[in-house]
C-alpha cells in the first residue's frame, strides 16, 4: 500500500506563489503515476495535473502555463509549483498515485490551499 502525505498549503495573496509537496513510499514511486487533484467548496473533484514514471506531464487547462508537477524519485516526492495563483484556485488539493499494473488509487489527506487579499 501507498502512503501520501501532502504539505505546502495555506494562505496566499493573489498572483502569489506556493509550492506543494506530497511524500509517498519507497520503493513503489516509479511504478506509479503521481497526481494532484483539488476539490472546491460545492465543486468536484478535479484533476489538476499529473506526471508519469518517466517523467512526462499534463496539465488542466486552468493551470497550464502557471503550475509545474515534477517528482523526484530518490526522495519518493512529488511537488506542485504553483505561480500566479488566482482566487479560483482556491481548493484543498490532494495527492493521488496510480498504480501502473492495476490502477488501484491511494490518496493524500489533502492541504488546504486559499487565495484571497
Known amino acids: 500500500q501507498v502512503q501520501l502525505v501532502e504539505s505546502g498549503g495555506g494562505l496566499v495573496q493573489p498572483g502569489g506563489s506556493l509550492s506543494l509537496s506530497c511524500a509517498a513510499s519507497e520503493t513503489i514511486f516509479r511504478l506509479y503515476v503521481m497526481g494532484w487533484y483539488r476539490q472546491a467548496p460545492g465543486k468536484q473533484r478535479e484533476l489538476v495535473a499529473i506526471i508519469s514514471s518517466g517523467g512526462s506531464t499534463a496539465y488542466a487547462e486552468s493551470v497550464k502555463g502557471r503550475f509545474t508537477i515534477s517528482r523526484d524519485n530518490a526522495k519518493n516526492t512529488v511537488y506542485l509549483q504553483m505561480n500566479t495563483l488566482n482566487p479560483e484556485d482556491t481548493a484543498v488539493y490532494y495527492c493521488?498515485?496510480?498504480?501502473?499494473?492495476?490502477?488501484?488509487?491511494?490518496w493524500g489527506q489533502g492541504t488546504q490551499v486559499t487565495v484571497s487579499s
Open positions: 493521488n498515485a496510480r498504480r501502473l499494473t492495476t490502477n488501484a488509487v491511494y
